[in-house]
């Protein structure tokens, strides 16, 4: 069970972000591609088990390790069940979910918070088979300050009555203090954690931060992984279970 990544390693974000436009989930994606979001999807079904909406965050131990694609084609996969579904951009430091779906990312969440834009104004309708995306905005001065705002408490609890499931993308959790305080809003984690990148240390602070967090780590999505005859990259998804 798990989730296909078809990049390669490069040392240049740029380019790194421009194949990742690539990468989003449709039906023209390979099989395989299709079957692993399907496998995680389920797995993410059974781990959050009851009625009313969803909210699941996607975070990584470090930069670079294929959140924000992740947690884009999870959104996908949830909407393609004729699911009401929105993937709301907290990265407000480095956003870059605007440019992997080829979307305006002004004015967008940072915009609402301060007042500066409607939420009309500020969510992209049906991006893909029923997604709504509210992205990032303008990059504020402070991130953390508008994420712990009560508006975006009150932002959250509008949209639980909307929608079925609730995407939010995060930055690193290592980085900055930002993934621990959704932890608030969010029902189960994804960490992402890529082949040969990821550094352990990072992930088990990562681990020991979301726990103080009182978080529930829903398991982590491997990415990046060489399959056998090398035509493309795999990953998978594993439970994480508290010892």
Request: glycine fraction near 6%; charge should be positive; hydrophobic fraction near 35%.
């Amino acid at each position: 069970m798990g989730v296909f990544d078809n990049r390669r390693t490069s040392g240049r974000s740029n380019s790194i972000e421009k194949s990742e436009t690539k990468l989003i989930l449709s039906d023209k994606s390979p099989w395989p591609v299709q079957e692993a979001y399907k496998a995680l999807r389920t797995n993410i079904t059974f781990s959050l088990p009851g009625t009313g909406c969803k909210v699941i965050a996607v975070t990584s131990a470090q930069a670079h390790d294929g959140k924000s694609t992740i947690c884009i084609n999870t959104a996908i996969s949830f909407a393609q069940l004729n699911k009401k579904v929105l993937l709301i951009e907290c990265d407000l430091r480095l956003p870059t979910v605007g440019t992997k779906l080829e979307i305006r990312s002004v004015p967008g969440l940072s915009d609402t918070l301060i007042g500066g834009a409607q939420i009309s104004e500020a969510l992209r309708r049906n991006v893909r088979n029923g997604l709504d995306v509210l992205p990032a905005g303008n990059i504020p001065p402070d991130p953390t300050w508008l994420l712990q705002s009560n508006q975006m408490k009150v932002l959250i609890q509008q949209f639980r009555k909307l929608y079925d499931y609730i995407l939010i993308d995060l930055p690193p959790v290592t980085t900055v203090a930002d993934a621990s305080i959704m932890s608030r809003y969010a029902d189960g984690f994804l960490i992402a954690v890529r082949h040969q990148i990821t550094e352990m240390p990072a992930l088990e602070d990562a681990l020991s931060q979301l726990h103080l967090a009182e978080a529930k780590v829903l398991g982590f999505v491997y990415n990046d992984v060489t399959s056998e005859g090398g035509h493309y990259y795999k990953g998978y998804y594993k439970g994480y279970y508290k010892k």
